[in-house]
């Protein structure tokens, strides 16, 4: 068994002295705007296989968006346990999510989601500049960082243009801390194909479509 | 039921524009050394009277402590539903845990603690400077600052001299959003004696016995 992983040189802890200076220096240039929201939801995915359901979670929450039902005593409140409407959890549990599926599932959950494949070529990551109530999620192979695993799911949570490199709010908590990456290593890790699907992999904006109610 | 609440103004949203200038000053000022590590941590308490042990799970996992057993799959990970040593969690889900066994708990599961009780009449939050791999865990009433419910425990996130006021990781993240308060009021939210102990509330100073293993 493992108590966490050492993360390759990829990427810089978010609490290591380097990425420490990247958060003060993305702070001071306004491209933290989407940190501030998504931290206070940070979660670790509840199986070793929900990083999908674990990273929709946080963004549900962070964008304030209503449940309409409630989790537990008297609280409305997403949890993982009750994103079951598009593929049944069982499932998810044992083979994790596909990013249609995800996509489908942000949608049944009250938020407004432009999804776009890696394969449309399209500029990534713009969203990460952060304006608050939108925010991005990719879709990647931890490949190419030479992380163990392979797909994987991730919160943006804010962008350093010095470096070029975003902050990935790793809800494997268990296995990785939060990390900055290159953009330019992320965009090659959503463009490798998917082995389940055959397809490559994108990311994920999403906004609230009507903020407060689902 | 309820969608989370709305924050009283004895307190300033982590999120909000103060509460974002609050950050920043704080930040340049040295004083959030702690937050790094509790906020990767920062998690939704499990059970709506888990309070205690939320705040527990994060501080464990911000130290970087093994739990020297196994969470799911092949992790060893600190989830509240095993902190079971020293109370059972069939009680501390209906009616919460005091300061002394959240103290207790603590130590079983491999902290170093200083615990204060405020009728010490100490000097208390020094310790939220913010060395890293040092946290502080308060225990208060929720009613000094005119929020609902009571007794509740919460992380220290930071501080900001400006307005000397810390930031409370409230871990009822279904309920309120993490915020700063005065030191003064926390101080006297306390002081308030705990109906079910008959005795003031305090502190808790939390590290590591050992590095890496419980």
Known sequence: SFHRRVLPPSGIAFASTRGRELFAEALAAGTLHCFFKLIEQFCTQAEPAYCGLGTLVMVLNALDIDPGRTWKGPWRWFHEGMLDCCEP????????????????????NGAAVRSVCSGDNAACCGGSSGRVHRFLVVSYSRREFGQTGDGH??????????????????????????????????????????????????????????????
């Open 89 to 108: 959890l069982e499932d998810i549990r044992r083979r994790g999510i596909t990013f249609d599926k995800l996509a489908c599932l942000a949608r049944c």
């Open 153 to 214: 799911f991730s919160p943006v949570g804010g962008y350093h243009a010095g470096s070029d490199s975003v902050l990935l709010l790793d809800v494997a908590r268990f296995k990785y801390p939060p990390h900055w990456v290159g953009l330019r290593a992320l965009w090659r890790a959503l463009c490798r194909t998917d082995p389940d699907t055959g397809k490559t992999r994108g990311y994920l904006l999403l906004s609230a479509r009507k903020p407060g109610a689902p």
